[in-house]
């Protein structure tokens, strides 16, 4: 048995050596510059620049546009791709085709899907068409605070067909004699929802709206093909900061603005987490 415990370490040891050298290392090492002064000598500073960062207007503005996009974003999807998959499910084995298709904005190229967006949503494209066929006027939506409309739309629209998978995974797992039981007792569609579905998916439900909120934070790519660098205010997330400060060498900032992000994120998750526990401790 000792024998055969080593062999299994020698198989987990490229692995292991992986994650160390390009997660565990550069994680301590972002700490480090994280509290010097950037200078050649690398002098210890403590928190200053923790504090320098806090009053910094870009910082701030970066953050709270991210907070915002993925408050919006992450919600968005949840409610979409539980309505979808809620859809689907019932339609089975007729939805076949809907299952699959839904899941090809998930595997198109993102530089693919951006130059569809823009012809999409250029002055003279299909979306301001139809604001004029309506009778209003035409919208420049890739500027200006209109930036943030087609950014979130793509958001959901890549993101949308991962979720309806999940969400069906675990719709397919819940006994069907339940919802028989709920029909004969007089149970309609939302007294089945909410008494039959949504507590039988607690776990699954708390698992996406993590993905996407973590997929939230991570829509700079967007922006940057749309918007560039430095696009409008309303847009510009953290991740342009702290990509902008990158290219300037200020690893500091850099190192300083991503680990005040995470002790942000890991709070709002640790109460999604508390939120869960209760949750699940009041429908059992």
């Not at 002055?123 to 087609?150: D, E, H, M, S, T």
């Not at 790519?221 to 847009?235: L, N, Q, R, T």
């Not at 190192?255 to 429908?283: D, E, H, M, N, P």
Request: aromatic letters at 16%.
């Amino acid at each position: 048995m000792f024998e055969h415990k080593k062999s299994v370490w020698l198989f987990l040891l490229p692995g292991a050596l992986g994650l160390l050298v390009f997660y565990i290392v550069p994680f301590f090492g972002g700490i480090y510059y994280s509290l010097t002064d950037g200078s050649y000598r690398n002098a210890f500073v403590g928190l200053q620049n923790y504090a320098n960062i806090w009053k910094n207007q870009m910082f701030v503005l970066g953050l709270k546009n991210t907070m915002e996009l993925s408050l919006v974003c992450a919600p968005l999807v949840w409610v979409l791709s539980f309505a979808i998959a809620s859809l689907l499910n019932r339609l089975r084995p007729k939805g076949a085709f809907f299952r699959n298709s839904v899941l090809l904005p998930y595997l198109m190229p993102s530089s693919a899907m951006l130059l569809i967006w823009l012809v999409i949503f250029d002055y003279g494209g299909v979306i301001n068409r139809l604001v004029v066929a309506l009778g209003l006027q035409r919208v420049v939506w890739l500027q200006g605070a209109q930036l943030r409309v087609p950014v979130i739309l793509l958001f959901v629209w890549k993101n949308l067909g991962f979720a309806v998978i999940i969400f069906m995974a675990a719709l397919q797992a819940i006994p069907e004699p339940l919802y028989e039981y709920a029909r004969l007792e007089g149970a309609g569609f939302w007294r089945q929802t909410f008494g039959i579905t949504l507590p039988m998916i607690v776990p699954t439900a708390f698992l996406v709206i993590i993905l996407e909120w973590i997929n939230a934070f991570k829509i700079f790519k967007e922006v940057y093909f749309i918007g560039g660098a430095y696009p409008d205010e309303a847009v510009y997330t953290l991740q342009n900061y702290m990509n902008n400060m990158y290219g300037k060498l200020n690893y500091q900032n850099v190192t300083t603005a991503a680990y005040s992000f995470a002790l942000i994120v890991f709070a709002l998750f640790g109460a999604l987490f508390l939120s869960q526990r209760q949750l699940l401790k009041r429908l059992t």
